[in-house]
Structure formats: structure tokens, C-alpha cells
């Protein structure tokens, strides 16, 4: 058996399982921004990616499964009650995920999310954000329930085999993987063995909400885009002007680009690129035929911090304005660098 945790900078923990006989694979918890990397180690491995699945749908980081999904071809997999629309296979308690020549046996074991699961391997169990090294997955987000944890816990989970290697899907401090043994004597939150001990406990935690909690539920319960995906997106379609650049540009005597500020009309009137003209990113669409009627003018559009105004030269060009193009940059960078502004509102159509 080939197996790799692939540990993010944030502490996200993925895991390849890949059958060396057949070179059949398995990613289990694949992170959106680390899709690279997981085609990367399957080719060097040698492996073919057969399968995707998700312990849980995850509320702190965005899912790889339906990105890999497009990209590969291959089914996703997760339980029957979670709610991504993109699922293949939906799978219950006690069934079992064949790899090649290697069996993944699977464990429904609610509590941190209604659909969580662990997945059981011989020497080792994934165990999501079920169990965690030196701690459990939280109960205090959507559909986690504290009395459903101590059940999957003290009745299922830590019932298996003591000598089972502890693999979970978040390790924030780089910890050594434990048996589960080690975690049922060490693990502060397994020592509440009594059930109202537990939930009160779990129910006492004071834990600050993930970050981008909303737009993660958003995306790994309906299969949508990320923001950073749409920018990412947007930016494969167009070219983009230095800073530097367009000071050359405006300080020559025929600057050769229109300049588009896609900002607001409050933002733009307290500084902006000199020569700009204002055509807020909502309007884009309805006001650019008037502000620009020649469609093979050259535009150099920028925002704040550089990503709308990718979105908006990408929208442009998708219009028939092959010219558009991106500021890599923005206004609070124009500042930072010590170029010029003009102040004052956007003249009147």
C-alpha cells in the first residue's frame, strides 16, 4: 500500500491511498488548492487516481472532490446524507470502498457534521474530523451534534483495533500519528467518558468560527465557485500592466491604453490614476458601449486590490474588447509605490 498525509499550510490534512499492485489510488479529503499536488504525487507514484471522497462536508476549507472530479473523470464518494450535489456514490455504515487490491472500510460516525465519516485501512483509520490528534472535531457548527459524537466515539470508533494508527483530516501541530490506544489514555476529550460529561464539555468549548465559514458551506454543499476560483479564473483570460508600466505610460505623451477605474464613485473621487475614467464594476456591463464605442481600444481597468478589475477586464473581453487588460495591482499599491492621484469625482456623462 502507497500512503501519504499531505499536511496544508493551515493545518488541512489530506490523505493518498494507493494500491502499488494495480496502481489504482484514492484521495480522501482533497483540498481545492492542492490539486497540483495530489496529480503530481500520483504521477511520480505511478498511481491513477480511481476515486474521491470527503469525510464530511468540510466548513473550514474548500474541497477538491468536484474540481478533480471535472479535471479526471473519476466518481466522488460520500455519505448518503451529506448534501453536494455532486456526488456519485453515496455510501452508508459498514460498506466498503475497493482500491485495486486494497479494501477501505467505512464507518458513518456523526457528531462534528451529520455525514462524517472514518475510513478503516489495516494498520491505520482516517479518522476525518472525527477524532483529532489530542482533541475531536467541534459540535457547535452546522448539523454537529455533541450526544451523536459521544455515541460515534465511545460505541463505534474507538471500539476498533487499539493498535490502529490515528490519521485525521486537521493535525495544526504537525503531531506524530498516535495509536488509538495512546489517544484513549492521553486525549483530554476521551477522558470524559460519561455521556453528560462529554456533552457538556463539548458544549463549554469556546472556539472562534473558521474563517470563510459561509462561503465554504457554500461551495462544498452546492458544488459552486469560490471567489478565489472566479478570480483565478478570470485571470486565465487576460494579460496584465505593471505598476511601473502604466507611470510610464501616463507620464509619456501618448499613453497608448484608455485607463478604467471599476471602482465606486465615492472611492474614485478621493484618488485616483490620472486620466482615469470611472465606470463602477456593477454597471459595467450596461455603461461600457457608451464609454468606449470603439471595441478595439486598449483598456487597462484596476480596483482596490487588483481583483475585481481581473474580473472586469476578463468580463470585457468576453464583450469583444480583445484590448482589456488588468492593472497587476491595484489603487492601494498605486499609493504604496508614491505615483501620482488626481482627486475629484468622475465628470458627468
Given at each position: ?6 499536511r ?6 489530506s490523505h ?13 479529503d ?21 476515486y474521491l ?18 479535471q ?30 486494497l ?25 476525518g474530523?472525527?477524532l483529532?490528534l ?13 450526544n ?5 466515539l465511545?460505541?463505534?470508533l ?39 460529561a462529554?456533552?457538556?464539555l ?8 473558521p ?29 496584465f500592466?505593471?505598476l511601473?508600466?502604466l ?7 501618448e ?10 464613485r ?62 497587476d495591482?491595484?489603487?492601494r499599491?498605486w499609493k ?5 492621484l488626481e ?7
Amino acid at each position: 500500500m502507497y500512503f501519504e498525509a499531505i499536511r496544508s499550510d493551515r493545518g488541512c490534512v489530506s490523505h493518498l491511498v494507493g494500491c502499488q499492485k494495480t496502481c489504482a489510488a484514492i484521495v480522501v479529503d482533497p483540498l481545492l488548492d492542492q490539486i497540483d499536488r495530489y496529480l503530481a504525487l500520483t504521477a511520480s507514484h505511478g498511481l491513477r487516481i480511481r476515486y474521491l471522497f470527503d469525510t464530511h462536508t468540510h466548513a473550514d476549507h474548500f474541497s477538491g472532490v468536484r474540481e478533480l472530479r471535472q479535471q479526471l473523470g473519476v466518481p466522488s464518494i460520500m455519505h448518503r446524507s451529506s448534501p453536494a450535489p455532486f456526488v456519485d456514490i453515496h455510501v452508508e455504515d459498514g460498506e466498503t470502498i475497493i482500491v485495486g487490491d486494497l479494501r477501505l472500510k467505512l464507518l458513518h460516525t456523526p457528531g462534528h457534521t451529520r455525514d462524517s465519516m472514518c475510513v478503516v485501512l489495516p494498520d491505520r483509520v482516517l479518522t476525518g474530523d472525527t477524532l483529532l490528534l489530542g482533541g475531536t472535531g467541534r459540535t457547535d457548527l452546522p448539523t454537529g451534534d455533541p450526544n451523536a459524537l459521544y455515541d460515534s466515539l465511545f460505541h463505534q470508533l474507538l471500539r476498533l483495533d487499539d493498535s490502529l494508527l490515528v490519521y485525521p483530516g486537521h493535525n495544526y501541530k504537525g503531531r506524530r500519528p498516535t495509536t488509538l490506544a495512546e489517544q484513549k489514555k492521553s486525549n483530554p476529550r476521551l477522558q470524559a467518558t460519561e455521556r453528560a460529561a462529554f456533552v457538556e464539555l463539548m458544549n463549554s468549548l469556546d472556539l472562534a468560527m473558521p474563517d470563510h465559514l459561509t462561503e465554504a458551506l457554500r461551495t462544498n454543499c452546492t458544488g459552486g465557485k469560490t471567489v478565489a476560483q472566479i478570480i483565478q479564473e478570470a485571470a486565465e483570460h487576460v494579460s496584465f500592466m505593471s505598476l511601473d508600466e502604466l507611470h510610464r505610460r501616463i507620464e509619456a505623451p501618448e499613453p497608448g491604453v484608455r485607463i478604467l477605474d471599476v471602482r465606486e464613485r465615492e472611492a474614485y473621487a478621493t484618488g485616483h490614476v490620472p486620466g482615469a475614467l470611472n465606470v463602477p464594476r456593477g454597471q459595467l456591463e450596461l455603461l461600457v458601449d457608451s464609454v468606449f464605442p470603439d471595441p478595439t481600444v486598449r483598456i487597462v481597468a484596476y480596483c482596490e486590490f487588483g481583483k475585481i478589475s481581473t474580473i472586469a477586464a476578463a468580463t470585457l473581453r468576453e464583450m469583444g474588447f480583445s484590448g482589456a487588460i488588468a492593472l497587476d495591482g491595484g489603487m492601494r499599491a498605486w499609493k504604496e509605490a508614491g505615483h501620482q492621484l488626481e482627486i475629484g469625482p468622475p465628470p458627468k456623462p
